[in-house]
Every structure is written in structure tokens, then in C-alpha cells.
T-cell receptor
């Protein structure tokens, strides 16, 4: 079964770049890697998704090495409103049964 | 366009009871996934349905079951409730297919408390 590992928490200051890494062994061959942001009492919100190399959108970048056993979410110039929990999500095909595996989440605190 | 809707918002049950949670996906989305999120933990995958068929199942006991209707809405049923079933139950819909390559849109969740 795919296991994802993320740092439990990270601290940053406004305006800094934050990089959060997720390790995911045994990811399903054809599956993408997706990152979500979650605020208290809300459902997760999509940030970015990628399969290989680098993907960039208006809010983040995602770096995925060739072996796809990890991924790094990069948040440029964070603000106080980026304080949230960040999750990686991967698919797993162990036991011939498809499963979606969320990481344990990284709690990001952005300070003024 | 309305987002993913879930009902009820909150629910209180006692041990041994049964509960049904409902989810309406975004219009045009054919895939629905269910997750359980215990306070302080990440969402745990329960089921994924696409075109009314189960396409994925997490490591949950048979007390958990689900189905998807012709209009792509979905129900999650939990029988013989245990205290440990207390959690936020999240529903997510995606446009087509299965797998993490489809962006999932999450609803606000149903907060289930088992006493």
C-alpha cells in the first residue's frame, strides 16, 4: 500500500517561499500527484496536480523527480492567508484494489 | 454553478444506530469519492464511484457501504455505529474517470458524532 510522508508542521514568514515535500513510495504508475489545501471546518481545496517534472500555476509550483517517489509543493511569497494544512494525494493499486491515499498533512503557519 | 453539496451538515447518533449521508456532485461530474476525516488527521479514502460502479475501496469494514444513483448523486451508509466512527465525512466529485489525475472538488462535509 502506498504510504505518504509529510512534515507535520512548518513555520514561515510573510513574503517567503515555502517548500513542502511529500514522499510516496508505490504510487500507481498512471496516477498523478495532487496537492490540496485545507482550512478548519472546510473541505480540501485543489492547489496543483502533476505527473512528472515541473508544473506551475498561478498559486504554486510542483516539482516531481523522475522516479516519482516524492514531490515538492512550492508556495512563492506566502501570506498570512496561506496558513492552512497542506496534503498530497496519490493513487495506489496494491491488492488489485484502487485506493486514493492522502498524506498526513503539513500544518503551515505563516507569521507576520 | 453550485459546488458539491452534502447533507446533513451535522448529525448526532448513538452507538449501534445506522446513518445515511448524501452527496450531490457538481453538475456534469460523474465520479464521486467518500472520505472520513478524524479530527487532526488527513482524509481517509472510503469509496470511489464512477458511472454508478464502485471503482475503488479503502480499508474500511463492511459496515460501510455506498452507492451512486443514475443522476450521479451518492449515499454513504454506515451500520452499527461505533464511537470511533465520529468524524467529518467528505464527499468529492470529479469530472470523469478515476484516479488522482482528475481534480476532485470537495463538499463541506457532514460532521457525524456518535455518542
Amino acid at each position: 500500500l502506498a504510504k505518504t510522508t509529510q512534515p507535520i508542521s512548518m513555520d514561515s514568514y510573510e513574503g517567503q517561499e515555502v517548500n513542502i515535500t511529500c514522499s510516496h513510495n508505490n504510487i500507481a504508475t498512471n496516477d498523478y500527484i495532487t496537492w490540496y489545501q485545507q482550512f478548519p471546518s472546510q473541505g480540501p481545496r485543489f492547489i496543483i496536480q502533476g505527473y512528472k517534472t515541473k508544473v506551475t500555476n498561478e498559486v504554486a509550483s510542483l516539482f516531481i523527480p523522475a522516479d516519482r517517489k516524492s514531490s515538492t509543493l512550492s508556495l512563492p511569497r506566502v501570506s498570512l492567508s496561506d496558513t492552512a494544512v497542506y496534503y498530497c494525494l496519490v493513487g495506489d493499486m496494491a491488492d488489485s484494489s484502487y485506493k486514493l491515499i492522502f498524506g498526513s498533512g503539513t500544518r503551515l503557519l505563516v507569521r507576520p | 454553478d453550485a459546488g458539491v453539496t452534502q447533507s446533513p451538515t451535522h448529525l448526532i447518533k448513538t452507538r449501534g444506530q445506522q446513518v445515511t449521508l448524501r452527496c450531490s456532485p457538481i453538475s456534469g461530474h460523474k465520479s464521486v469519492s467518500w472520505y472520513q476525516q478524524v479530527l487532526g488527521q488527513g482524509p481517509q479514502f472510503i469509496f470511489q464511484y464512477y458511472e454508478k460502479e464502485e471503482r475503488g475501496r479503502g480499508n474500511f469494514p463492511d459496515r460501510f457501504s455506498a452507492r451512486q444513483f443514475p443522476n450521479y448523486s451518492s449515499e454513504l451508509n454506515v451500520n452499527a455505529l461505533l464511537l470511533g466512527d465520529s468524524a467529518l465525512y467528505l464527499c468529492a466529485s470529479s469530472l470523469v474517470g478515476t484516479g488522482a489525475y482528475n481534480e476532485q472538488f470537495f463538499g463541506p462535509g457532514t460532521r457525524l458524532t456518535v455518542l
